[in-house]
């Protein structure tokens, strides 16, 4: 069983920074790609950023220069910084590994269970 945990939501002011945080658990043989996506009420869930297993990231214009993905696969980790927080920054933030179980197992997209993010104007 893998469990993706996402923490560090919360509710700050426009112009604020949050970092979230998601570890995975569990029986896992490697990682590759990580990435945020995030859902805002009434909308379509949305690509926010993603990093490779060598470390190339890329990221939705709307935030581009204000969030920072990155990764720690010492802790199979994955984090976002986000600072210069807008109010249409609004919405539930959920991670995604796509990772391994064993050596010879195919690649699975594993999720968490979203961590909710408010940017009061």
């Known amino acids: 069983q893998v469990q993706l945990v996402e923490s560090g939501g919360g509710l700050v002011q426009a112009g604020g920074s949050l970092r979230l945080s998601c570890a995975a658990s569990g029986s896992i043989f490697s990682i590759n790609a990580m990435g945020w996506f995030r859902q805002a009420p009434g909308k379509q869930r949305e690509l926010v950023a993603t990093v490779t297993s060598s470390g190339t990231t890329d990221y939705a214009d709307s935030v581009k220069g204000r969030f920072t993905i990155s990764r720690d696969d010492a802790k199979s980790t994955v984090y976002l910084q986000m600072n210069s927080l807008k109010p249409e920054d609004t919405a539930v933030y959920y991670c995604?590994?796509?990772?391994?179980?064993?050596?010879?197992?195919?690649?699975?997209?594993?999720w968490g269970q979203g961590t909710q993010v408010t940017v009061s104007s």
């Open positions: 995604t590994m796509k990772l391994k179980r064993s050596r010879f197992g195919g690649q699975l997209d594993y």
